[in-house]
């Protein structure tokens, strides 16, 4: 076998492709993520910050709330490196509490709010949480399971709760009463947030020492391959990815002048690091959607606000597209758009650019690597079906199933190596020996490299179709039958055959009732080879999806196999 690492180390970078972004970054800028959220805080402090339901937040409330906060659960006996979970939507409360525990020296488990206690359960006893700060519509299931965990200190936080005055009254009683969105529940030693941001404005921060390898995310993978794992992300883990993305962003957004459009929630890797922590660094203004679900909000923050930065996932993009009153925002103030997540059809990515004048900016990474560990050119020059070329101080190359490097054009596993890549996965050495090896992070997902340098998914290892010994990979299905104009959603999977192993299905909901099955096929008779048709179509009202919009093939295949 060849050895073909020069070719991947002499790769272009971002920089020969877009003027101005440096071949590599310097993580001691800033040592660790409490110096930086401080200066920042302090350098656009007489500026609006956070955004959330018609309230703004100035950065310097944010800095003077977090501070306080932070000084509260020291004050409640929280040492340096103890574990708070963090458990809300996009609210105002959501910034000033992870901004909060990393000026303490704590670390942040960023907690899905949709969890079961089951789950709720595994996360806190896995991570050793000792505190949680949790919105009230969760806070039931908290009551569940609470007695089998080490949590000490309980934050409650109302939705309403920052926004003040009336408006903060109607919200909490709509919320509650109307909606009956709040289950009761009785966690005796809770304390409301904003008491604890009173109470702490009578204790100081106690000093520590912190290193660039300290943990200051745990960071739990989505569970898809077995139990959820918490990432150890670092300060210097999440420095860097924020200047990978800071520097390529700074050619194009002015600083202290941009607003960003925030749908995907904070507590999701994608979110938490490219619009919470990159955009802080830049002064950007942040809109917080707080149900990225409700479209009809999600329109109403591009109507108000003159948007200029904007991130999301495929299916979010995809119902903005097929939503009318998407159709009439004005785009002229857009700037950059970023696409990661999941794999971005070229159907939506060309409508997208048709509609806005600007092209999507699709990018990849993983929770393993803080995430970002390639994009596309932001300026104009994206390149629609590829995921761009490595961010700096990053390398990534394909190798065989022996972990040999292989030439361009040919297919193979990612591999990542960066200052972004994790720790490891917190107490689990056997599990991260087996996906980090000579800091290269194996990544589980099938793409190639092409001769110019850009990257190309090809698909999830796990979710590769193996039809009659050929590999047939989902995203291709996908993207295919998603340029049906009749098709609204699709998700492919592998599913037993007699004859073959596997046959292909394909779940499709329709964008026009009259779509047949057979239409579907001759449509993928025309785009695809014989192996690649799907033997099966089967329409729904919708598909599975995770938090942030992501299709879960997974429960898809789970509900094949109970039939």
């Given amino acids: 076998m060849n050895n073909y690492n020069e070719i991947y180390e002499q790769r272009p970078w971002l920089g020969q492709y877009s003027p101005g972004i440096p071949a590599n970054i310097n993580t001691d800028e800033y040592p660790t993520a409490k110096i930086f959220i401080e200066q920042m805080l302090e350098k656009y402090s007489k500026t609006p910050g956070f955004y959330n339901m018609g309230k703004w937040l100035t950065f310097k409330q944010i ?3 977090s501070k306080n906060l932070a000084a509260y659960l020291h004050y409640r006996g929280l040492k340096p490196g103890d574990k708070v979970a963090i458990m809300m939507p996009n609210i105002l409360q959501s910034p000033i509490s992870i901004f909060a525990v990393i000026r303490a020296g704590l670390v942040v488990v960023n907690t899905n709010p949709l969890y079961t206690p089951r789950e709720m359960k595994h996360q806190f006893t896995d991570s050793g949480a000792k505190a949680i700060i949790i919105a009230d519509m969760f806070a039931h299931n908290l009551e569940t399971i609470i007695a089998d965990t080490d949590i000490d200190v309980v934050i409650t936080t109302s939705l309403g709760e920052m926004l003040g005055g009336l408006k903060g009254g109607l919200v909490n009683f709509v919320v509650k009463n109307i909606k009956k969105m709040v289950p009761k529940y009785n966690l005796p030693n809770a304390i409301k947030f904003s008491t604890a941001i009173k109470e702490g404005k009578k204790y100081n921060i106690n000093p520590f020492s912190q290193t660039p390898d300290d943990t200051i995310f745990l960071q739990y993978t989505g569970g898809t391959t077995g139990v959820s794992k ?3 992300l670092t ?5 860097a990815n924020m200047l990978q993305i ?28 490219v619009n919470l922590m990159a955009m802080l660094s830049l002064g950007v203004k942040n809109v917080l959607v707080t149900n990225a679900r409700d479209l009809k909000s999600v329109v109403k923050e591009f109507k108000i606000h003159k948007i200029s930065v904007f991130s999301g996932v495929n299916t979010l993009f995809n119902a903005l597209l097929h939503n009318e009153d998407f159709q009439k925002v004005d785009f002229s103030s857009f700037k950059v758009v970023v696409a990661g997540g999941m794999a971005l059809q070229d159907t939506v990515a060309i409508k997208w650019r048709d509609m806005t004048g600007v092209t999507i900016a699709e990018g990849y990474g993983l929770t393993e690597s803080s995430p970002v560990a390639s994009v596309n050119p932001i300026d104009g020059n994206a390149r629609i079906g590829t995921i761009g070329l490595p961010v700096p101080s990053t390398f990534m190359r394909i190798v065989d199933e022996e972990g040999n490097t292989i030439a361009p054009e040919e297919v193979g596993e990612i591999q990542i190596k960066g200052p972004q890549v994790m720790k490891g996965y917190y107490n689990r050495p056997e599990e991260t020996s087996k996906v980090i090896k000579d800091g290269w992070l194996s990544t589980g997902d099938i793409g190639k490299m092409f001769k110019d340098g850009f990257f190309k998914i090809v698909d999830r290892k796990k979710d590769m179709i193996l039809v009659s010994g050929f590999n047939v990979y989902p995203n291709e299905i996908e993207d295919v039958i998603a340029s049906h104009p009749k098709v609204l959603e699709v998700a492919a999977i592998g599913v037993p055959h007699e004859k073959s192993g596997e046959a292909v299905k394909a779940f499709v909901v329709k964008k026009d009732k009259s779509l047949t099955e057979q239409e579907v096929i001759d449509h993928c008779k025309k785009n695809l080879t014989g192996y690649k048709v799907p033997k099966h179509v089967e329409f729904k009202d919708d598909l599975p999806k995770s938090n942030v919009g992501k299709i ?3 429960l898809l295949r789970e509900g094949e196999t109970k039939k």
Avoid: Q, S, W
């Avoid at 300060?235 to 420095?239: E, L, S």
């Avoid at 607003?259 to 938490?272: G, K, M, N, R, W």
């Fill in 246 to 273: 800071k520097y390529i962003m700074k050619p194009v957004l002015k600083e202290n002048e941009e607003i960003i459009l925030t749908a995907l929630p904070l507590y999701h890797i994608f979110a938490l690091t």
């Fill in 63 to 65: 800095d003077t709330y």
């Fill in 230 to 232: 918490g990432a150890e």
């Fill in 235 to 239: 300060n210097k883990n999440i420095i």
């Fill in 552 to 554: 879960l093939r997974r």
